[in-house]
T-cell receptor
Framework: AQSVTQLGSHVSVSEGALVLLRCNYSSSVPPYLFWYVQYPNQGLQLLLKYTSAATLVKGINGFEAEFKKSETSFHLTKPSAHMSDAAEYFCAVSDITGNQFYFGTGTSLTVIP | DAGVIQSPRHEVTEMGQEVTLRCKPI?????LFWYRQTMMRGLELLIYFNNNVPIDDSGMPEDRFSAKMPNASFSTLKIQPSEPRDSAVYFCASRSGGQLYNEQFFGPGTRLTVL
C-alpha cells in the first residue's frame, strides 16, 4: 500500500532562509511522487513531480525536491524563502495505476519578515 | 484551457436541504476525483471515476452522498439531506491517463456551509 508522511504540520522560517519540508513515503512499487501547494482559498497546484527520470527534481517558484530511495524520502527545499511562499504544502504518492493519489496531511509554511 | 471548473464557489444552505456541487474537468482528461477538505480531517478522497465509471467510492461518508458523471465533461456531487458536519471545501480534480506519472489538476473548490 502507498502512503506518505509529512513531518511537521507547521514550519516557520525567516524571509531569505532555507525552506525544508519533509516527506517520507511508503510504497510497494517504484513510486511516483508529487508536491502540491495550496494558497489560501485556492485549489491545489502542482509544484513538482518525480517520474524516475532524475532524482533531483526542479519545480516552479524555485522549489526542488530530491528522491532518496535509501531513505524513502522526497523532501522539498528552497534556498531562500519569500513572503509569497506562505501556504500549505502537500506531498502525495500515486498508486500502481498512477490514478489514485495518497496525500499527506500537509505542512503549513509561515514566512517571517 | 480554462482548467477544472467548479460551481458554485460558495454555497450556504440549511440543514436538511439538498446540495448539488458541479464540476467540469479539463477536456481530454479521463479521470475525475472528488475530495473534501476540512481542518480536522485534512484532504479526503470521496470518489473517483475513470471514463465516466465510478471506480472507488469507499470514501463517500454515507448514503446521503452520491456522485454521478453522465458524460466526460460533467460531474455532480449531491448531498441529501445536508447536515452541519458536511461543511467543508469540496474539490474536484481531473487527470489524463496517458502516463502513470501524470498529475491531478484541481479546481478552485466549493466552500459549503450548512447551517
Amino acid at each position: 500500500a502507498q502512503s506518505v508522511t509529512q513531518l511537521g504540520s507547521h514550519v516557520s522560517v525567516s524571509e531569505g532562509a532555507l525552506v525544508l519540508l519533509r516527506c517520507n513515503y511508503s510504497s510497494s512499487v517504484p513510486p511516483y511522487l508529487f508536491w502540491y501547494v495550496q494558497y489560501p482559498n485556492q485549489g491545489l497546484q502542482l509544484l513538482l513531480k518525480y517520474t524516475s527520470a532524475a532524482t533531483l527534481v526542479k519545480g516552479i517558484n524555485g522549489f526542488e525536491a530530491e528522491f532518496k530511495k535509501s531513505e524513502t524520502s522526497f523532501h522539498l527545499t528552497k534556498p531562500s524563502a519569500h513572503m509569497s511562499d506562505a501556504a500549505e504544502y502537500f506531498c502525495a504518492v500515486s498508486d500502481i495505476t498512477g490514478n489514485q493519489f495518497y496525500f499527506g496531511t500537509g505542512t503549513s509554511l509561515t514566512v517571517i519578515p | 484551457d480554462a482548467g477544472v471548473i467548479q460551481s458554485p464557489r460558495h454555497e450556504v444552505t440549511e440543514m436538511g436541504q439538498e446540495v448539488t456541487l458541479r464540476c467540469k474537468p479539463i477536456s481530454g482528461h479521463n479521470s475525475l476525483f472528488w475530495y473534501r477538505q476540512t481542518m480536522m480531517r485534512g484532504l479526503e478522497l470521496l470518489i473517483y471515476f475513470n471514463n465516466n465509471v465510478p471506480i472507488d467510492d469507499s470514501g463517500m461518508p454515507e448514503d446521503r452522498f452520491s456522485a454521478k458523471m453522465p458524460n466526460a465533461s460533467f460531474s455532480t456531487l449531491k448531498i441529501q439531506p445536508s447536515e452541519p458536519r458536511d461543511s467543508a471545501v469540496y474539490f474536484c480534480a481531473s487527470r489524463s491517463g496517458g502516463q502513470l506519472y501524470n498529475e491531478q489538476f484541481f479546481g478552485p473548490g466549493t466552500r459549503l456551509t450548512v447551517l
